[in-house]
């Protein structure tokens, strides 16, 4: 059966718009649901529309698109949430990642590419541009306090949880796989978050590649952030 995943997108250049659309509409998975040129005007159009994806901008005139994502994240939307932005800095990259986005992307991107990243991110997973992968890295390394608490202080489900974040895998399939529920995974994802001092899952992921030896072979999360 096929799926059809309802994207919205928020940019004030609507060129740029009217380019990702026809993008995504020539993937029969996808379909354009709604465009707004506002991070306000988005906000009431997901509310209204439902959609699977938000495809954002972050440089926006008026509301931002890291305060559009902000305010998405406190409604009760399911949907999933992508920077989609000309912007490689370091700071915006991470101030998106900790206000909640399940993705960042970058406008130079291969076309063919966007809607591959769409369906990871739809399936569960946190999509970044492949470029940005060291820069992600060793941000979430400087900071003072950032994963400064040690892993001793998880028991040993939550250790288990921290596993299966590094491996990439989403709540659904940590809760098949260890034989608990939605829910109960939501509440250990959170509990390790805050145990280690870090704001998202894919900062968490990234601790526990780094804390493992350095002369070892790639693992999921380093074939998963590309």
Same mark, same amino acid.
């Given at each position: 059966?096929?799926?059809?995943?309802?994207?919205?997108?928020?940019?004030?250049?609507?060129?740029?718009?009217?380019?990702?659309?026809?993008?995504?509409?020539?993937?029969?998975?996808?379909?354009?649901?709604?465009?707004?040129?506002?991070?306000?005007?988005?906000?009431?159009?997901?509310?209204?529309?439902?959609?699977?994806?938000?495809?954002?901008?972050?440089?926006?005139?008026?509301?931002?698109?890291?305060?559009?994502?902000?305010?998405?994240?406190?409604?009760?939307?399911?949907?999933?949430?992508?920077?989609?932005?000309?912007?490689?800095?370091?700071?915006?990259?991470?101030?998106? +990642?900790? *206000?909640?986005?399940?993705?960042?992307? =970058?406008? !130079?991107?291969?076309? $063919?590419? &966007?809607?591959?990243? %769409? +369906?990871? *991110?739809?399936?569960?997973?946190?999509? =970044?541009? !492949?470029?940005?992968? $060291?820069? &992600?890295?060793?941000? %979430? +390394?400087?900071?003072?306090?950032?994963?400064?608490?040690?892993?001793?202080?998880?028991?040993?489900?939550?250790?288990?949880? %921290?596993?299966?974040?590094?491996?990439?895998?989403?709540?659904?399939?940590?809760?098949?796989?260890?034989?608990?529920?939605?829910?109960?995974?939501?509440?250990?994802?959170?509990?390790?978050?805050?145990?280690?001092?870090?704001?998202?899952?894919?900062?968490?992921?990234?601790?526990?590649?780094?804390?493992?030896?350095?002369?070892?072979?790639?693992?999921?999360?380093?074939?998963?952030?590309?």
């Amino acid at each position: 059966m096929s799926i059809m995943i309802k994207v919205v997108l928020i940019d004030d250049h609507p060129l740029f718009r009217k380019g990702v659309r026809q993008m995504i509409s020539q993937d029969p998975s996808f379909k354009v649901v709604g465009e707004a040129a506002s991070g306000q005007q988005g906000l009431e159009l997901a509310q209204a529309l439902n959609p699977d994806i938000v495809l954002i901008d972050i440089n926006m005139k008026g509301m931002s698109g890291i305060d559009t994502l902000r305010r998405l994240k406190a409604t009760d939307l399911q949907a999933r949430y992508i920077i989609l932005t000309v912007s490689n800095s370091e700071d915006d990259l991470i101030e998106a +990642l900790r *206000a909640g986005a399940d993705g960042y992307l =970058l406008k !130079d991107m291969e076309p $063919e590419d &966007l809607c591959t990243n %769409l +369906l990871k *991110a739809w399936s569960g997973a946190t999509v =970044l541009q !492949d470029t940005l992968t $060291e820069v &992600l890295r060793s941000a %979430l +390394l400087s900071p003072v306090g950032v994963g400064s608490t040690g892993e001793e202080t998880l028991t040993p489900r939550e250790r288990e949880i %921290l596993e299966c974040l590094a491996d990439g895998l989403n709540n659904k399939t940590i809760a098949r796989k260890l034989g608990i529920s939605d829910a109960t995974v939501k509440v250990h994802v959170k509990n390790v978050l805050r145990k280690l001092n870090l704001a998202s899952r894919l900062e968490a992921a990234v601790w526990k590649h780094k804390s493992k030896q350095p002369n070892r072979s790639p693992s999921k999360i380093d074939q998963g952030l590309h």
